[in-house]
């Protein structure tokens, strides 16, 4: 690997040395004193991006419990999903991308689903959502941040709608948490989930979950599968302790992590995380290329992945040439996911990136552009964003 390597995929993201140190240090027993203090700061940590994940640092949530899983954030949508639901539980899923699939995908193993479904890249219409939540729904699973198509959802509109009909609201915070504006309290949210390797800017494998004392309640460990009883993960969670074996390395890199995220602030990371997308659309937009979501009121474009669609000479069959050439320089993007394949570029914000990564970003897609033929004017780019980056 290049010396200078460049990680702009929307996860895993590139960590701070003190996070790759951690993960190094002397492997100790999950079960011994030592590891209970590390599950502690990786909780206190994590209580502070779930409860005061707003531009307000002084916000608080009126109470709930941060739960650290022994695996990715797909671990935390089915486990959030099977403890609440039973083969009875109507559950209404909203979906406009790939992890809004995903969710519906795993609710229809445990119950009757109906998905709300709209384009993927398209934003959420509230009143379809509206329509389809009934008093008979028992969930509703939303992608607050959808990874794959760079679209920021209305999770306060939708969250308001289940509270009218005294449904549970479980989202995927999964690139938003730790990144951008999250209101546990304001938008209803029983259960809220995020993944180590996305904006707490730790390494992959390991994810959180807040679980409301509302949602606590309801949750039903017998339900769910062995591994995913998160009645036995709040109780382990009193003691600093996972019900299995932890990873432990992970949650020392968890740990520092959102340590680092306490000590930067909440207002300060949010603000951060949207300087930089508004950089990378700026100069994208700048040298000649089109955001991929289609908005309305309702909807806005992530602040931690951007969204490009490939023009003419880079779309389709033409695409490998583009992505060979931003490889060739030492940085990794991402591609389309299922039918986008070949039709847009992903880049992320998230992780430990500074300004100078995010210029390098922007030059490396319109000199990539420019080898696979496409007109691109790259000094354009470079300009716009470097003077968002310099507000």
């Not at 074996?245 to 990371?269: C, H, K, N, Q, Y």
Request: charged fraction near 25%; glycine fraction near 8%.
């Amino acid at each position: 690997m290049r010396e200078n390597f460049l990680l702009l995929n929307p996860g895993p993201v590139p960590l701070s040395r003190e996070v790759r140190a951690a993960m190094s240090e002397p492997m100790v027993s999950h079960r011994s004193a030592e590891f209970e203090a590390t599950y502690e700061r990786a909780a206190a940590g994590l209580d502070v991006v779930f409860e005061r994940s707003t531009l307000d640092d002084a916000s608080t949530s009126a109470g709930g419990t941060s739960l650290i899983l022994n695996g990715t954030a797909t671990m935390g949508m089915e486990a959030a999903v099977a403890n609440l639901v039973d083969a009875d539980s109507e559950v209404v899923a909203v979906v406009n991308g790939k992890f809004g699939r995903r969710f519906a995908r795993i609710a229809d193993r445990y119950c009757h689903v109906d998905e709300v479904e709209f384009d993927w890249g398209t934003s959420v219409d509230v009143a379809a959502v509206a329509d389809a939540v009934s008093l008979d729904t028992d969930v509703v699973t939303m992608v607050h941040n959808e990874t794959s198509t760079g679209i920021l959802n209305p999770a306060a509109a939708v969250g308001a709608i289940a509270a009218d009909n005294d449904a549970r609201f479980v989202v995927d915070g999964v690139t938003s948490l730790g990144g951008d504006e999250f209101r546990v309290d304001d938008w209803y949210v029983d259960v809220a989930i995020t993944d180590g390797q996305k904006c707490l800017a730790a390494p992959p494998g390991v994810s959180a979950m807040y679980v409301t004392e509302r949602a606590e309640e309801a949750i039903d460990g017998e339900r769910a599968p062995f591994y995913e009883d998160l009645d036995w993960h709040l109780r382990k969670a009193d003691a600093n302790q996972t019900p299995f074996t932890s990873a432990v390395p992970l949650f020392r890199g968890l740990a520092v992590a959102v340590e680092d995220i306490v000590e930067e602030g909440m207002p300060a990371r949010i603000a951060r995380h949207r300087r930089q997308a508004r950089a990378f659309r700026e100069g994208f937009e700048a040298m000649g290329l089109s955001l991929f979501a289609e908005l309305d009121d309702d909807a806005d474009y992530s602040n931690t992945v951007t969204a490009v669609a490939l023009p003419a000479g880079a779309r389709g069959d033409d695409a490998p040439a583009f992505f060979d050439a931003v490889a060739d320089r030492g940085v990794s993007i991402s591609g389309g996911q299922a039918h986008l394949g070949g039709q847009i570029f992903r880049v992320s914000n998230m992780g430990h990136l500074t300004s100078e990564q995010i210029v390098r970003g922007v030059r490396t897609v319109g000199e990539a552009m420019t080898e696979a033929g496409v007109d691109a004017d790259t000094a354009a780019g470079v300009s716009a964003a470097r003077a968002v980056l310099r507000d």
